[in-house]
């Protein structure tokens, strides 16, 4: 029977010995590699931690001791040996298991982590909040290398410093790269303690030594393991951790799971904040993984589960790859335009913009809020700065968005992937934000394109406008085909018109097929509709207002938070200008959503132009019957 089928939870581990913990970390391997390949997920990353997870769940108690996982797209090892094993055929679907911690799922659970650098603080609360309780429980955060490049990271390392009695393990898994080998300072810093030649030397002179003693089998194990804690600890540099205050123990080889257990033990027993250094290896054990150059898998879709080649090559375009291409050919005309992204080089497609204009490339690490201020920085010297960002991202720099961004009428250009429902990432990657918090800063445009030709136009557009923030979003989906307007009224296009006019349908990027829809079904039931899309939202075009005028009701669609949104800021236009023809907002209701595909969740909320069209038909023909928010109601479904 397979180790693996007896390991219900982490009490089933206590008795193994190390040639057991060796073979369930190898069942383990090929669960995820035979699950994963199925599902699609973040293999490569667990794939790294299954030393360290088997040994963070031998050493702590949890769930009594909290372990924290950053960003928690490597907690698959932690969900298989905390019960959840049998979910994995249903890994980020629908009533499945998700991709990252998840309270419901399990008591194991206690962050839904999923944005970046967030651990640390976490962790520093819970252990500050047990002890002020008089609870005795140890608190664990791990946290990758890059997470430990975002700001907020290095905020909870001040704090904590401090507090030299906080019971808080931070382990450090440090694979040496976020997708793409991980950059800055900090970097280089983990490189220089990873590489420390005093200790390498120390090493080679134990191995030396070692071949003259007699001793064999585990005696000789454990006398290597301790003399190599013990060498560490006289040789091995401390460096900043030390330097600002914190037990430093380390670097650890994550995969030896002897060495990864001591070094968690000797934390635990310190009572104080440690910070235990393992180095772990992105992808190992699945050789297709350990090769992969561009993100050793750090994220997959269906694939092979020999050979890891993807199953399904959609041969259309993502907008991401079209956005890629027309980045390059502004680059190439303007010398001006400059990238940044916040780690995320290859998922923003700015890769080809690098491999063209590398020193025009900025890769700040996971750092959103500096990303946005340098950006800034990089507009007052002159230049026009590109930020790539997801959308769901951006909230971590709202703030560099208006004071540092806009106040200072800085041209600066954020493009937002993944905006709109993206779906099996669950709640918090969902780029429905963006919309409702962009529309409060002053002097900021914003494009949702609706296909190839508008996104090449708008993000020529957008580069144009020195003086404020320009943003253009779009999705994770594959291109529409091209949509051309019957005509365009200075700059909204109008995409379909029949009959009286009664019903303007305003639909925005991802959502213009669906508005499409939306009019035909209302023109079969004779109704006159006009279907505009105004391409540039924000600014609203004055030209919104007169149609609106001309027309007896309004239908705003949007793949978006609906609440704030474009429709909610086109409507308060309205108002402003005493314009009473009733606008109906239909985008994303403002809860969160679980993991399911897009398909999926549009349906539920009511997205489909059959509900949207229902709601216009009984608004035109009984429009008293119809409550005021029957359009939000729909979308609350
Ligand atoms: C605030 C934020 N920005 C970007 C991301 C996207 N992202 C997810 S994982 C990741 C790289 C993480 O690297 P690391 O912490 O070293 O973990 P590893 O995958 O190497 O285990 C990035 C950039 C995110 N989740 N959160
Ligand atoms: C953990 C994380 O935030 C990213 O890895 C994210 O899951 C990537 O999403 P895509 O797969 O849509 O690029
Ligand atoms: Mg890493």
Redesign the pocket.
């Known amino acids: 029977m397979p180790l693996l089928d007896r390991i219900r939870g982490p009490r089933d581990l206590e008795d193994l010995n190390r040639d057991e913990l060796i073979q369930l970390a190898e069942e383990i391997r090929a669960f995820l590699v035979s699950n994963v390949s199925r599902t699609g997920g973040h293999l490569g990353?667990n794939l790294?931690v299954v030393e360290l997870t088997l040994a963070l769940h031998r050493v702590f108690d949890s769930p009594k001791d909290p372990i924290v996982f950053?960003?928690g797209?490597?907690s698959y090892v932690h969900k298989i040996l905390t019960g959840r094993q049998a979910g994995f055929a249903k890994l980020r679907q629908k009533g499945g298991l998700s991709g990252y911690p998840s309270r419901s799922e399990s008591d194991h659970d206690w962050v839904e982590s999923?944005?970046?650098?967030s651990s640390l603080s976490w962790a520093e609360g819970l252990a500050k909040g047990f002890r002020l309780t008089g609870e005795d429980r140890t608190v664990v955060a791990v946290?990758?290398?890059?997470?430990l490049t975002?700001g907020m990271a290095w905020e909870a390392v001040n704090n904590i410093a401090i507090q030299k009695d906080l019971p808080l393990v931070i382990v450090a898994?440090d694979?040496g790269?976020?997708?793409t080998p991980?950059v800055g300072g900090l970097a280089r810093h983990l490189t220089s303690l990873r590489t420390d030649r005093r200790y390498e030397q120390g090493l080679d002179f134990i191995r030396r030594t070692m071949t003259q003693t007699p001793l064999v089998g585990p005696a000789a194990y454990e006398w290597f393991h301790g003399l190599k804690t013990g060498l560490k600890d006289v040789l091995a540099p401390q460096g900043l951790f030390a330097d600002l205050g914190m037990k430093y123990v380390g670097p650890i080889d994550g995969h030896d799971i002897v060495e990864v257990e001591r070094a968690l033990t000797q934390a635990k027993r310190f009572g104080g904040p440690v910070i235990v250094h393992v180095l772990t290896q992105?992808g190992r054990g699945f050789a297709a993984a350990e090769k992969h150059e561009e993100d050793r898998f750090?994220s997959v879709g269906r694939i092979d589960e020999i050979t890891g080649e993807p199953i399904l090559v959609n041969p259309q375009r993502a907008w991401t790859d079209v956005f890629s291409e027309h980045l390059v050919a502004i680059g190439r005309e303007r010398e001006d335009v400059v990238a940044i992204t916040?780690?995320?080089l290859h998922p923003t497609g700015l890769h080809r913009f690098a491999e063209a204009f590398p020193e025009r490339t900025f890769d700040v690490g996971?750092a959103?809020q500096h990303a946005v201020a340098s950006a800034a920085g990089l507009a007052a010297a002159g230049l026009h700065p590109v930020v790539a960002i997801y959308s769901t991202?951006l909230n971590?720099a709202f703030d560099q968005v208006v004071m540092d961004v806009a106040l200072h009428r800085q041209g600066v250009t954020f493009v937002l992937d993944r905006a709109g429902v993206t779906g099996s990432d669950g709640a918090s990657h969902n780029g429905v934000w963006d919309c409702s918090i962009l529309s409060v800063v002053p002097g900021l445009h914003l494009a949702a394109p609706r296909d190839e030709v508008r996104l090449g136009e708008a993000l020529r557009a957008a580069v144009d406008i020195a003086d404020a923030p320009s943003v253009v979003r779009f999705g994770k989906d594959i291109l529409p085909p091209a949509i051309e307007a019957v005509r365009s009224i200075d700059g909204v296009d109008v995409l379909a018109e029949s009959g009286e006019r009664q019903v303007l349908v305003v639909a925005h990027g991802a959502f213009v097929p669906l508005g499409l829809e939306v009019g035909e079904r209302l023109s079969d039931q004779g109704i006159g509709v006009t279907l505009v899309d105004p391409v540039w939202a924000l600014p609203v075009n004055p030209v919104m207002l007169d149609l609106a005028r001309e027309h007896d009701l309004i239908i705003s669609v949007e793949d978006s938070g609906v609440v704030g949104g474009l429709g909610s800021r086109l409507s308060q236009e309205l108002r402003r200008h005493e314009i009473d023809t009733p606008l109906r907002e239909f985008g994303v209701p403002d809860r969160f959503l679980g993991h399911a595909s897009r398909g999926q969740i549009l349906e539920e909320l009511g997205l489909t132009s059959q509900e949207i069209a229902r709601y216009a038909v009984e608004a035109v023909l009984r429009p008293q019957a119809v409550p005021a928010t029957a359009g939000l109601d729909s979308s609350e479904a």
């Open positions: 990353p790294g950053d960003t797209h490597q999923s944005h970046a650098s946290i990758g290398d890059g997470a975002g898994n694979n790269r976020s997708y991980t992105k750090h916040a780690a995320m996971i959103e991202f971590r």
